[in-house]
């Protein structure tokens, strides 16, 4: 009887350690997916805030005010976030923001500060190195490495419902209905197979995977918590890029 309730003592306690172990290691997780968010959060706040296009920079301008866009976006999550992956969504919206004043810089001819970290599917994605475009349903749509008059919505790469589109300036943010996942989704889907689909079997979009269609959403980018330098860069630039939850490697 004595080696039984021994036993049971045993076990009991053995129980309690691995319960109070994870419930530790939980709390952990959480105060570190709080912290990240907000570091990232402040990062950007410092760019959009010490940041300001020249009134004839509209692809500056625009960018700059995507970038302000996600700021509050960001802010407004954290305020609501009681778990890590709900962090983890600030922590993305804020890394958007970053990737959005980067472009502004960029198209103010500004050095664009430190990199930021990639978003879910970015890598595979790649980036515009030359001018495309396409027609759907009358209407025309453009997009270029750089931005010009007409190109100044900038996208910074990653899935649009499943699909890649890689990084660059639009003539319009025609991505945001399908990120959004409201009508005119449609539409963006035919952009991407008239306009990007070719772009990427003509050798138009570097950077990217040999088949970026396929498993489109299995990037994981990099590491939301790569070492910041502190940059004045990043950028909003307006799409509701990427799933943060499944995407960043914490």
Same mark, same amino acid.
């Given at each position: 009887?004595? !080696?039984?309730?021994?036993? !049971?003592?045993?076990?009991?306690?053995v129980?309690a350690?691995?319960?109070?172990?994870?419930?530790?290691?939980?709390?952990r997780? !959480?105060?570190?997916? +709080?912290?990240?968010?907000?570091?990232?959060y402040?990062?950007?706040?410092?760019?959009?805030?010490?940041? $300001?296009?020249?009134? /004839?920079?509209? #692809?500056?301008?625009?960018?700059?005010?995507?970038?302000?866009?996600?700021? $509050?976006?960001?802010?407004?999550?954290?305020?609501?976030a009681?778990?890590?992956?709900?962090?983890?969504?600030?922590?993305? $919206? %804020? *890394?958007?923001?970053?990737h959005?004043?980067? #472009?502004?810089?960029?198209? @103010?001819?500004?050095?664009p500060?430190?990199?930021?970290? !990639?978003l879910?599917?970015?890598?595979?994605?790649?980036?515009? &190195?030359?001018? *495309?475009? %396409?027609?759907? +349903?009358?209407?025309?749509?453009?997009?270029?490495?750089s931005?010009?008059?007409?190109?100044?919505h900038?996208y910074?790469?990653?899935?649009?419902?499943?699909?890649?589109?890689?990084?660059?300036?639009y003539?319009?943010?025609?991505? &945001?209905?399908?990120?959004?996942?409201?009508?005119? #989704?449609l539409?963006? @889907? @035919?952009?991407?197979?008239?306009?990007?689909?070719?772009?990427?079997?003509?050798?138009? *979009?570097?950077?990217?995977a040999? =088949?970026?269609?396929?498993?489109?959403g299995? =990037?994981?980018?990099?590491?939301?918590?790569?070492?910041d330098?502190?940059?004045?860069?990043? /950028?909003?630039?307006?799409? @509701?890029?990427?799933?943060?939850?499944?995407?960043?490697?914490?």
């Amino acid at each position: 009887m004595g !080696l039984w309730l021994t036993l !049971l003592v045993i076990a009991i306690a053995v129980i309690a350690f691995v319960v109070y172990s994870n419930k530790k290691r939980a709390e952990r997780e !959480l105060a570190d997916a +709080e912290a990240e968010a907000r570091r990232l959060y402040e990062r950007l706040g410092g760019q959009t805030m010490n940041l $300001t296009a020249p009134g /004839d920079n509209l #692809a500056a301008g625009q960018a700059l005010a995507d970038a302000g866009e996600r700021y $509050t976006a960001a802010g407004s999550q954290l305020d609501s976030a009681a778990s890590v992956h709900q962090y983890r969504l600030a922590a993305e $919206t %804020a *890394v958007e923001g970053l990737h959005y004043v980067r #472009a502004g810089r960029e198209a @103010m001819g500004i050095d664009p500060g430190p990199d930021v970290p !990639l978003l879910p599917g970015q890598a595979r994605a790649g980036s515009l &190195k030359e001018p *495309v475009s %396409a027609e759907v +349903e009358g209407q025309a749509y453009t997009g270029s490495p750089s931005p010009t008059a007409d190109n100044r919505h900038y996208y910074p790469g990653g899935n649009v419902d499943g699909r890649p589109v890689p990084s660059g300036w639009y003539n319009t943010p025609w991505w &945001k209905p399908a990120l959004a996942g409201v009508g005119g #989704a449609l539409v963006g @889907m @035919m952009v991407i197979d008239a306009m990007l689909m070719p772009a990427y079997a003509g050798g138009m *979009v570097e950077g990217a995977a040999e =088949d970026p269609g396929a498993d489109a959403g299995g =990037d994981a980018g990099a590491d939301v918590g790569a070492e910041d330098t502190g940059d004045m860069g990043g /950028d909003f630039g307006g799409d @509701m890029g990427g799933d943060f939850g499944g995407g960043f490697d914490f």
